[in-house]
């Protein structure tokens, strides 16, 4: 349902809220249904270890590979089995907002995608403390410019993130290539979750490590740059899916129904998915299955090429 905001006036609703609500609505572990907030983290974490481990075991990879001099400038490469000639290369970058998870934990579909002939690259970045969410940034294009320089007859490099790592994805729409020498081939944007206005979080304790100034987050912030930004080049005409689970938190559907509206306006190529019964944990880690309707998305995405 479109929003006086979504109109381009009025007050945001969370402006409206209490310190308690607008705390609540941006813990996505409180508005799990099925499991207790713990258990549906540790379930999370679980699937995201497992998966990490079993790639490792039976896939063929590049890991750590650097993207750059930083300690932190690492990327993990899993390859299709049969892999002859150019592939396909989803990007993964991992949530926890950008101050938990790693790219050694949260690799749920390597299995799957690679099973169908796509390379699978999960990103690493500098979560706080250490990272400033600029640096994040900076450090994802860097990496996205990487894969490209490596791959560069690449059949495609799709972007895909979940939840924070959706909103430094989303940073990438607005990415200055030119000074990163290379313009990575990008085929497909699969935004899971995510948060594309940081304002709100500024005002919540999620920002202590993040040490985010209002400043900071106008600028990281991808819903407030496209805003005003000038309309997408004509020649990058690749689909842009913002998806949102069921039973993600009131704020992240708000987001991300506000963000696509965003894309619309601007003249991206952009579809929104809201995924039936899942939550904002399952709505990821159940990439690992091969049947889940996101594991169908995705490899519909890459092979139609639509
Ligand atoms: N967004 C995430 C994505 C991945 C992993 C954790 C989170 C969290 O937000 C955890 C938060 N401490 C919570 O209680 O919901």
């Known amino acids: 349902m479109a929003g006086p905001r979504e109109c381009g006036k009025g007050e945001a609703p969370w402006k409206k809220m209490s310190k308690e609500e607008l705390e609540t609505q941006y813990l996505p572990s409180r508005w799990v249904l099925r499991l207790g907030a713990?258990?549906?983290?540790?379930?999370?974490?679980?699937m995201g270890d497992d998966a990490t481990k079993t790639a490792r075991a039976t896939t063929r990879s590049l890991l750590d590979v650097p993207y750059?001099?930083?300690?932190?400038?690492?990327?993990d490469i899993y390859f299709p089995k049969d892999a002859s000639g150019a592939l396909p290369f989803f990007t993964f970058i991992h949530g926890g907002?950008?101050?938990s998870g790693s790219k050694d934990t949260l690799a749920f579909m390597v299995d799957p995608l690679t099973a169908q002939g796509v390379a699978v690259v999960?990103?690493?970045y500098d979560i706080a403390p250490k990272g400033t969410l600029d640096h994040m940034v900076d450090q994802v294009t860097r990496g996205i410019a990487s894969v490209q320089r490596r791959y560069p007859c690449n059949e495609g490099i799709y972007l895909c993130g979940h939840s924070a790592g959706a909103h430094l994805a989303a940073m990438m729409l607005l990415a200055n290539w030119t000074e990163h020498g290379v313009t990575p081939n990008l085929r497909g944007f699969f935004l899971v979750s995510g948060?594309?206005?940081l304002e709100p979080i500024v005002h919540t304790p999620l920002n202590a490590p993040l040490l985010m100034t209002p400043e900071d987050a106008?600028?990281?912030s991808p819903q407030?740059?496209?805003?005003v930004a000038p309309k997408q080049p004509v020649d990058a005409a690749y689909p842009i899916l913002v998806i949102v689970g069921q039973h993600d938190a009131p704020e992240f559907h708000r987001q991300s129904r506000e963000f696509y509206q965003t894309l619309l306006q601007g003249g991206w190529k952009a579809s929104?998915?809201?995924l039936h019964d899942v939550d904002h944990f399952e709505i990821i880690w159940k990439l690992t299955q091969k049947d889940y309707v996101l594991t169908q998305i995705i490899l519909k995405t890459i092979f139609q090429k639509y």
């Open 97 to 99: 907002y950008w101050q």
């Open 38 to 46: 713990e258990e549906a983290l540790r379930t999370y974490s679980q």
């Open 195 to 197: 948060l594309y206005d």
């Open 218 to 220: 106008q600028r990281n």
């Open 224 to 227: 407030r740059r496209l805003e």
């Open 122 to 124: 999960i990103l690493a």
């Open 272 to 274: 929104f998915e809201e």
């Open 68 to 75: 750059g001099d930083g300690e932190g400038d690492k990327l």
